[in-house]
């Protein structure tokens, strides 16, 4: 009884210890928790704020835009209206309607047909507008609700023309609160938002225990708060330490009685073992380890072994006092496995292996397995001569019908009696039918699909003592699949010649056969979009010009070249190209009639035979084409795509005899579509000037790869002031400009957007860095007093490899500082181009170099992109600075992009600033540098360089 007490008293005791150690865990996690809601909720709340106020600021703008665009005079004011309303309302989700108010306050339209009937002629102050409020300050806001919860936001159309009439815009407030606090507020938050007493949205319950958050938000000149809570865990982490540790407590006690109950019964275990080991079949010992005064291991003794030892090795070895293991091996013949043996002891990690020895003129096999017993090792050995020597036998006979199935992998060995009977199929018709060799064997003809029409020919002449050649039969396998084997007959005959059977081999050729149509399909086809390659298409359409020769029959060719396909390319890469064009080359594929014949002959053009069609019929089927493309949305990610076609059409007659003229004018006519405006078609007429519109770009092209070649482009330069501190040294902006054969200046607008086209942008990019750079390095003393000099990359180079390693050995060998050179990109070819821009900036910025994100607000606008992008400035869009003296929702969103830049470390710069005024509220405002005709117009480089002049 009192050994019983002991037993337990022990593992009482440390589950007690170890369930206090828990608990005063359990409170320290609790308190740390409650401390991390708050301020989790804090960051959360301030980051829906910022982007809700974001999202106001950008609607807002969008409606004043309108505003700011509307005409003077127009025909049908409310189509203008609704056009512009309707894609103002695509491009910016979260208005949920947009109307027009007369004089009167009274609804004279609005884009959404769904209300209009219960809107036009009713009074805006029906919804909360104050009339009053609005005639005087020419705008208002309201909560109203019709079948939905809208904010209502009104803008007077011209502030000095009360005749004009309002524009109201709705936002959805549920629909867009849910949309975007969807992405921004995960689960594990509860929240509600109010506009004053009105609850807008809220999710869970909000528990007053001095964790609530408070934030206000501005949404279209409204008032919200935003209340957040970090919601409480279902399971917290110090009450499951607390459980978890109890459990585990009450395991290690658990486990400390088994181990001390086990310790009771070893002695009966031992007992039982002896039994055991007497009754085995195999021989047992037991060897102790000998030490050496180092207490190394050097030897193993023998101290006890069963009954069949002394069968397997004789009476004498138990009669040997201190038998070594060493002695035992010699006897086995396994001497060289002691150290195996004795690591077994070391580490305790079971050893087996197979000794062979000779025994009375025959060999034997013994099987040896060593394992670790308390400081010695016990060792069990067995007699598996029998069945080794059976095993050798197997293996020799498995080795030889092994060599003989794997040489016959894909084929199988079949005979027929010479009635074409089948007496005998071998197992691999297995592996390569499915079926069982007894199954097919029956059941052969049941699963043919085609045999050769000369069969009854073929097995004619077999019986006439010929041999044939091979032949295909096409059978449907186990797992419904075509599978054609290749049959190759041996006949068989008796001594008097006569056929007796037909044996062969048969081969599975489908792979073969499929390779070849896989080869002629591929010579002929697209492999992207499964139409006809350029190859095949001109062998076709100078086929219709022979039968058109011949027979007098009529058709028209189509050339289409795809409107915006290098837009997608490069700024979605070259998967969206490819997604792109499959989709376009199915909705030319609905268009086709009959024998017409499509074909894609470019990266992104299409040649359309329409046979039996005159020119007449063509346009009308061509315009038709036109509007499904038109209205086609091309989806990529987050992003949504306008494409269109410009297509050229030339009739086919007479005057033409080859293909390659008469691709060549559909070409031509299809650029002369393009010049005209994109999406539309132009038919090709005899006499056409057209090609003057093609070579009026192909000289511009002409003049940039000369400028290119002869180093002839002119670099410009403009100022870049300082407006929070005076700065002596120089910061300016490199600048390109080109002159024509007569001297004249070809503006960037001109030759940039061709060279972007053709594929020259990276060259140019090229020239502009390798001059800049050769002309500062001229210039000592200019670059003493230099302070930053801006250089410009386009979306292309971001995607050059080859441009940035020349970039980065060009700046490691240049005398030039480093960091009084900055690289400007824009921000739409930075976030197209994300993980390229990203890798570029990274690598030139370790040298030194600063980086600006030029045009920020006027492409996606993300600040998340703008966080993650390693950039030093920000040049925020001259289309916001310009007039933000004037507007209120410019000079807030300027204001927001530098809050948020200079929260982010990042300086700003504002382009476009056009007088002293604008100067001046830019730099009250904080702005870090401002650039625009105000401060400098563009000037030569090199003549500033020559003779020295301030670059102010």
Not at 569 to 578: I, V
Not at 741 to 756: D, L, R
Request: hydrophobic fraction near 40%; proline fraction near 2%.
């Amino acid at each position: 009884m009192n050994k019983n007490n002991k037993l337990y008293l022990l593992p009482s005791i440390l589950f007690i210890l170890l369930l206090v150690l828990f608990s005063f865990l359990r409170f320290y996690l609790v308190e740390r928790e409650e401390g991390r809601r708050v301020a989790l909720a804090k960051v959360v709340a301030h980051q829906v704020g910022n982007t809700l106020e974001m999202f106001s600021a950008d609607r807002s703008r969008a409606v004043n835009n309108l505003i700011n665009s509307w005409p003077d005079r127009s025909p049908n004011p409310v189509d203008w209206f609704h056009t512009h309303a309707a894609s103002m309302k695509i491009v910016l989700p979260g208005i949920d309607d947009i109307w027009w108010l007369n004089p009167d306050f009274t609804v004279r339209w609005n884009i959404s047909s769904e209300n209009r009937s219960g809107l036009l002629g009713k009074p805006v102050t029906d919804f909360g507008i104050n009339g009053e409020e609005l005639f005087q300050q020419g705008k208002a806001t309201s909560l109203s609700r019709l079948n939905k919860l809208l904010d209502l936001y009104v803008l007077r159309v011209d502030p000095n023309n009360h005749s004009l009439g309002y524009v109201v815009a709705s936002f959805d407030i549920k629909t867009t609160l849910e949309a975007m606090l969807g992405d921004l507020i995960g689960p594990q938050f509860n929240f509600s938002i109010y506009d004053g007493s009105t609850k807008l949205l809220d999710y869970g319950v909000l528990v007053n225990d001095g964790s609530i958050v408070s934030v206000p938000v501005i949404f279209a000149e409204r008032e919200w708060v935003l209340n957040l809570q970090s919601a409480h865990q279902m399971v917290l982490m110090g009450n499951l330490i607390l459980v978890g540790g109890s459990l585990m407590s009450a395991l290690i006690c658990l486990f400390l009685f088994w181990q001390l109950r086990s310790a009771v019964r070893l002695s009966q275990s031992q007992l039982h073992y002896q039994a055991a080991s007497e009754a085995a079949l195999d021989s047992i010992m037991v060897y102790k380890a000998v030490f050496d005064g180092a207490s190394n291991v050097i030897d193993f003794t023998l101290v006890d072994a069963n009954k069949i030892t002394s069968k397997l090795f004789g009476k004498d070895m138990l009669k040997q006092e201190s038998l070594s293991l060493n002695q035992h091996l010699d006897q086995m013949n396994g001497k060289d496995i002691f150290s195996k043996i004795k690591q077994v002891n070391e580490d305790g990690e079971p050893f087996e292996c197979v000794l062979s020895r000779h025994k009375a003129s025959q060999k034997q096999w013994l099987k040896l397995q060593v394992v670790k017993a308390g400081i010695g090792i016990a060792m069990t050995v067995r007699d598996i001569t029998q069945r080794h020597l059976s095993q050798q036998k197997l293996e020799l006979s498995e080795a030889k019908f092994r060599r003989l199935i794997d040489g016959l992998r894909g084929h199988f060995i079949y005979s027929l009696k010479a009635s074409g009977e089948v007496t005998y199929i071998s197992h691999g018709v297995k592996d390569v039918l499915g079926y069982e060799a007894s199954d097919f064997q029956h059941n052969s003809k049941n699963y043919v699909k085609n045999m050769p029409n000369n069969m009854q020919d073929i097995r004619q002449r077999q019986l006439q003592g010929d041999r044939t050649e091979a032949y295909l039969v096409s059978y449907l396998s186990a797992s419904n699949e075509d599978v054609i084997i290749e049959y190759t007959d041996s006949p068989i005959f008796d001594k008097a010649h006569n056929l007796v059977a037909i044996e062969g081999i048969a081969r599975d050729v489908t792979a073969d056969i499929q390779l070849r149509e896989k080869i002629y399909y591929q010579a002929n086809h697209d492999q992207l979009t499964g139409l006809l390659n350029r190859y095949a298409f001109d062998r076709k359409l100078q086929k219709v010009l022979n039968d058109i020769h011949t027979h007098q029959k009529i058709a028209t060719l189509c050339y289409i070249d795809m409107d915006q396909f290098k837009l997608v390319n490069d700024t979605c890469g070259h998967q969206a190209g490819d997604k792109l064009l499959r989709s376009i080359a199915n909705i030319l594929g609905k268009s086709l009639i009959g024998r017409d014949i499509l074909a894609r002959v470019g990266g992104d053009e299409f040649c359309l035979v329409l046979k039996d069609t005159n020119s007449d019929q063509a346009q009308e089927r061509v315009q038709e084409l036109l509007d499904n493309v038109a209205a086609f949305r091309f989806l990529w990610e987050d992003k949504v795509f306008h494409v269109g076609a410009s297509v050229g059409l030339v009739q086919i007659d007479h005057s033409y005899t080859e293909a390659v003229g008469l691709v060549k004018a559909a070409d031509t006519a299809c650029y002369t579509a393009k010049n005209n405006g994109r999406n539309q078609y132009h038919l090709h007429q005899q006499g056409d000037n057209e090609l003057a519109f093609r070579n009026a770009e192909l000289d511009t092209l002409a003049q940039i790869q000369h400028a290119l070649e002869y180093g002839c482009f002119e670099l410009y330069f403009q100022t870049i002031k300082p407006l929070s501190e005076t700065h002596s040294r120089l910061s300016y902006e490199i600048l390109l400009r080109m002159n024509d054969k007569q001297g004249n200046m070809i503006s960037p607008v001109m030759f940039i957007p061709i060279a972007e086209r053709h594929g020259l942008m990276t060259r140019v990019d090229q020239w502009v860095f390798e001059t800049t750079i050769e002309l500062l390095e001229a210039n000592n003393e200019h670059v003493e007093n230099l302070e930053k000099c801006a250089i410009n990359l386009s979306g292309a180079s971001l995607n050059s490899p080859s441009l940035l390693t020349k970039m980065l050995n060009r700046l490691k060998t240049s005398t030039i500082p480093v960091e009084k050179l900055c690289f400007e990109i824009t921000e739409t070819s930075a976030v197209m181009n994300l993980v390229n821009a990203d890798n570029m900036v990274n690598e030139i910025r370790s040298l030194g170099c600063k980086f600006a994100l030029d045009d920020f607000g006027a492409g996606m606008s993300s600040f998340t992109y703008l966080k993650n992008m390693s950039v030093d400035y920000v040049k925020i869009d001259g289309s916001f600075v310009k007039n933000m003296c004037n507007d209120v929702c410019d000079l807030a969103t300027v204001k927001a992009i530098h809050d948020i830049a200079n929260s982010m470390g990042k300086q700003t710069i504002a382009e476009f600033v056009g007088d002293t005024k604008t100067e001046q509220c830019l730099k009250d405002m904080g702005i870090n540098f401002a650039q625009g005709y105000a401060i400098a117009k563009p000037q030569p480089f090199t003549e500033m360089l020559k003779t020295g002049l301030s670059a102010a």
